[in-house]
């Protein structure tokens, strides 16, 4: 029995050292930029009979003009409205229609869309970004329209949820100057003074060609692609003046804060722990997107362990990295059960965070917590789209395609030291803003 019992502990072993070795084909990424200023980036690969499209335009969140908060999201959506070619909600009659799929996101840095067709639709998806891309109607009726729309998103992620708002808070109480602070989602109030020339002068400010980067992956020739592109977007104009930046910057922060919230229908007291994160580009983000798999990566991890299986006083407990090009934030999440509460989340994180801080981490935790981010990018690379999101994503944080090729390495590199060290680093008493969550009438006000 002994011997089997062995075996299979030296089988678990040996499967953790796996992905720790694992060298993942590099992908052959093209790049060349267009007289208009437009960066294309492309990987041919005939695997699949599909290609993927991506249009990443450097505008997000924290591009949204001042009293107009949410705007870059609910461009967003009316980027899927008329242009002077195609009628509304062509994009999905160009996709869905030959059994693909369409869709967008808005980020705090970035807003990007993106197509999966089968690859003898190429030429036409290039021909339709390129088309919104310099010839949308931003007229009143669409304007009109898409705002109701995403006041309603508002009210259903924000003010719907009983914890919707204390996700929003994470950023509203924690930044103190930069524009991060106000979020993607925007409020109901400035959302409802944006008027059609406010967003008329956003389309044309930020949606050009020298503000994007097209990433076409899948089956595909080069040589035609090129054609295409040129053909599509080369005629494209690159307007006149700058593209205005952000340029505020986000003080230090120095002094620990703490917040009492309230909520009309909590049912469950919850507490948010959040630290300042490094920018995106940082060497410790590894480190650190490693920490949070160790803490808070499924039921096996140490807050799982400590503050839902073992005290009882959590149903979730997690450690959330949102990574941002400007300094990105770390937090802790706490949803109590039914005999915890905020304060009792607040010490129990704090013994776990000192824990790791004191103590570090063991060999088995830090190579199942490889195992985990290094798997999951490999399965991201197994598809053409999934290929396009790991480029784009290398574009907006690393501010290099090529990246994404060292993303696994950067991973393997980490050390045990390493993870003690970013712990220490960055998760200070000084560095942190404290938020309890309770029902109305149950809190004070904040402290």
Known sequence: MKSI?????????????VFAQVRPPVLPIKQRTLQNGLRVVSVEDHTSPTVSVHVWY?????NDPPGRSGFAHMFEHMMFKATKNMPDEKMDRLT????????????????????????NHLERILWAEADRMVNLNVDEKNFASERDVVKEEYRQSVLAPPYGRLFWLLDNLTYQKHPYKRGVIG?????????????????????????AVLIVVGDFDQRQLD???DKYFGSIPRPAGSIPRVTEVEPEWTTERHFSETGPRVP????????????????????????AAILSGGDSSRLYKSLVRDLKIAQQAELDLELNTEGGRISFIGIASEKGTSEALERAWLDELHKIQQKGVTPTELSKAKNQLISRTIRLLETNDGKAIAIERAIAYLGDPLAVNMEISRLQRVTAADIKRVMNKYFRDNNRVVIYYNQTGTEGASK
Do not use: H, M
Request: contains cysteine; proline residues 7%; hydrophobic residues 40%.
């Open 227 to 229: 054609q295409w592109v």
């Open 187 to 211: 409020n109901l109030e400035e959302l409802s003074a944006a008027t059609r020339e406010d967003a008329e002068k956003f389309y044309k400010t930020y949606y050009r060609p020298d503000n």
């Open 5 to 17: 019992f062995a075996a299979v502990i030296g089988l678990f072993s040996c499967a953790l050292l």
């Open 268 to 291: 469950f007291p919850a507490t948010a722990v959040v630290y300042r994160a490094p920018l995106s580009k940082d060497p410790d983000v590894p480190a650190l997107r490693l920490a």
């Open 58 to 62: 450097n505008v997000g969140g924290k």
């Open 96 to 119: 869905e229609d030959v059994g693909g799929f369409n869709n967008a996101s808005t980020w705090p840095d970035f807003t990007n869309y993106y197509e999966v067709v089968p690859s």
